[in-house]
């Protein structure tokens, strides 16, 4: 197409055409292998078809930069970059510049949108398919300079000097997800597979772009592990809330590249404003680590501890390891690796967990708020009616409803009338003595 042909296109679209007039133009298909997009996307012409064209696309870029440019001259209301205030009034002026135009690469466009609306109105024109364009990628850092990888329905290769040394990489598109990240706004996050060939194993990236013009924003760091690459689970790749987050499975010591990984990790990270930073790594299968001293003791246990669990159970339960240890030949009390203090856990030899033990230094308290210190006085008043005095040193609350029968907290009381420690749960086993004494 001639410089000419374009100049009558910005001409006419800069011109404010009276009702009854036509302006004849070039078609779209015609003048879209060289006008570049801030005259095809900007002048009413057919913005959805004209930017699906690469030459157009690769052109925005300069566009933007006008924009930019043109927004800091003095004196004069930007309008998408022009420097021309809407309507009429810049008429003269819009003429004069448009014999000046020059295609491509003009930085004259005449749309009516404001020079801080430019880029956002072209940008949303732009429908990125993401199964169907060209990616930079170093296979998780075979090589140090991202080679460029075109994909066609989410499938593509990768050949030549900037691959490594390797034949060709065979590149698949696993998952594309969007989201909102501070700073960054709008994203979209593609992971790939590389497989490097000829080999018998295959890598995996995870980059993110911005979802308006496709521009590559940043990728998640190459995870540095002594064992085989870990493998991100791609259905659970997401943004939420601002972080970028997916399941990853890492191998561990016993594992082999063909048993393949069985720890599997949340991991999550954060755009910091220059880069994405892991922020955590947490083990699926490890759940958070309950702190039993901030619960309280009941007949039927503590915190997530219910009598009747397993040690195994009781692990899993709290997050926590409760190591073997010595008792008698009914039971044994284990304390919790990490603590509190003062917690016993009474286990029977058939490893059922049947008593929470609770003495010196302690503060834990049954869930009537009832602790060591707690008086002779303060227990009457508190289970008034449900209370039985085996003896002067004991006091054993026995709770009324069928659905505690049979489970018991016996408190042993100090020379000063007050709680030294006290257990709670099976009556048979709630008795406030080591496992294995008298």
């Known amino acids: 197409m001639t410089r000419s042909v374009c ?154 000097s900037g691959i490594g040394d390797y034949e060709r990489w065979q590149v698949q598109i696993q998952r594309i997800t969007r989201g909102t990240v501070p700073r960054l706004g709008d994203v979209t996050a593609v992971l790939f597979s590389c497989s490097p060939q000829p080999s018998n194993f295959s890598l995996q990236e995870l980059r993110v772009y911005r979802t308006t013009d496709g521009r590559e924003v940043g990728r998640t760091p190459t995870f540095q592990v002594a064992e085989l690459p870990p493998q991100y689970q791609p259905d659970t790749v997401r943004i939420i809330r601002g972080l970028l987050l997916t399941d990853v499975k890492f191998y561990g010591s016993g594992d082999t590249h063909a048993t393949g990984p069985s720890i599997l990790r949340h991991v999550t990270w954060r755009w910091d404003g220059s880069q994405f930073v892991k922020q955590s790594e947490i083990d699926a299968g490890k759940p958070k680590r309950t702190d039993l001293s901030t619960h309280r003791v009941t007949v039927n246990g503590i915190g997530p501890l219910r009598l009747g669990m397993s040690r195994s159970e009781a692990e899993q339960a709290i997050g926590a390891r409760i190591p073997e240890g010595p008792g008698g030949p009914d039971c044994k009390d284990l304390s919790i690796e990490g603590g509190p203090d003062g917690l016993l856990l009474r286990f029977s030899n058939d490893d059922r967990l049947v008593a929470v033990y609770v003495l010196s230094p302690s503060s834990i308290s049954t869930a009537s708020g009832i602790h060591r210190g707690s008086t002779r006085a303060e227990i009457l008043a508190t289970y008034a009616g449900e209370i039985q005095e085996p003896s002067t040193d004991e006091l054993v609350f026995t709770p009324s409803g069928a659905q505690f029968q049979g489970k018991v907290i016996t408190f042993a009381m100090d020379d000063n009338g007050e709680v030294d420690r006290f257990i709670a749960g099976e009556e048979e086993f709630a008795v406030p003595l080591p496992c294995g004494s008298d």
């Open 7 to 160: 100049r009558s296109i910005a001409l006419a679209a800069a011109l404010v055409v009276p009702a009854g007039l036509s302006v004849s133009l070039p078609s779209a298909a015609a003048v879209a292998a060289t006008c570049p997009v801030h005259f095809l996307g900007l002048h009413g012409l057919n913005e959805e078809s004209d930017l699906h064209s690469p030459p157009i696309n690769a052109t925005w870029k300069t566009f933007e930069s006008a924009v930019a440019a043109k927004a800091d001259q003095p004196k004069r209301d930007p309008i998408c970059g022009t420097g021309y205030r809407a309507g009429t009034l810049d008429l003269t002026r819009r003429t004069v510049d448009a014999l000046n135009v020059k295609c491509p690469g003009s930085p004259h466009c005449y749309s009516g949108q404001s020079t801080t609306q430019g880029g956002q109105f072209l940008a949303s024109r732009v429908n990125t398919d993401w199964n169907n364009r060209t990616y930079h990628l170093t296979c998780d850092d075979i090589v140090s300079k991202a080679a460029p990888v075109t994909v066609r329905n989410g499938k593509g290769t990768a050949r030549g």
